[in-house]
T-cell receptor, first 112, second 111 residues
């Protein structure tokens, strides 16, 4: 399967803990995006990378959130000191330049 | 900034009924327009797209026409099936950054 993959698929954590998610994009895609989706809503943009450069961050991305794409391939999204409001589905997508974005299955985070 | 307004769901139809899901947007410049679909338990998939005014995107019997004058991209299908039950998202893309999604419209098709 050469699609976008995300790990883990589900994460349950206690408030105050740190969590890290991983996204592996389609191999030739230079753009990688992170979105957050809460129940009954559409995905909301968090941040995106072109190769290893993080080009834009949403105001939704507080200083507890950090994303990296160190070699321009896979990316990680870390949330420090999780809060219950962080519970959501975290989606990763990739694209070749400004073409169609391909989405991964998402990581569902539950903060207790 | 970019924004999208979609008709609220859920939309409940009988099999073989005609479907319209309205979408209007505000965006800088002339965005490409997309409809994405999310089937139960699955990730987002591109359904169709249109990249310039008056273009018609089509796929799996669904169609949408890029109407620049009304900034709309309404989704239509002549005869829905139970397997079309899903959440549909409209999204413009100006190419500057990421997609801006509407809140989604849930479609339920009953046999």
């Amino acid at each position: 399967d050469t699609g976008v993959s995300q790990n883990p698929r589900h994460k349950i954590t206690k408030r105050g803990q740190n969590v890290t998610f991983r996204c592996d994009p389609i191999s030739e895609h230079n753009r990688l995006y992170w979105y957050r989706q809460t129940l009954g809503q559409g995905p909301e943009f968090l941040t995106y990378f072109q190769n290893e450069a993080q080009l834009e961050k949403s105001r939704l991305l507080s200083d507890r959130f950090s994303a990296e794409r160190p070699k321009g391939s896979f990316s990680t999204l870390e949330i420090q000191r999780t809060e219950q409001g962080d519970s959501a589905m975290y989606l990763c997508a990739s694209s070749l330049n400004v073409d169609e974005q391909f989405f991964g299955p998402g990581t569902r985070l539950t903060v207790l | 900034g970019d924004s999208v307004t979609q008709m609220e769901g859920p939309v409940t139809l009988s099999e073989e009924a005609f479907l319209t899901i309205n979408c209007t947007y505000t965006a800088t410049g002339y965005p490409s327009l997309f409809w994405y679909v999310q089937y139960p338990g699955e990730g987002l998939q591109l359904l169709l797209k249109a990249t310039k005014a008056d273009d018609k995107g089509s796929n799996k019997g669904f169609e949408a026409t890029y109407r620049k004058e009304t900034t709309s991209f309404h989704l239509e299908k002549g005869s829905v099936q139970v397997s079309d039950s899903a959440v549909y998202f409209c999204a413009p893309d100006t190419g500057r950054r990421a997609l801006t999604f509407g809140s989604g419209t849930r479609l339920q098709v009953q046999p």
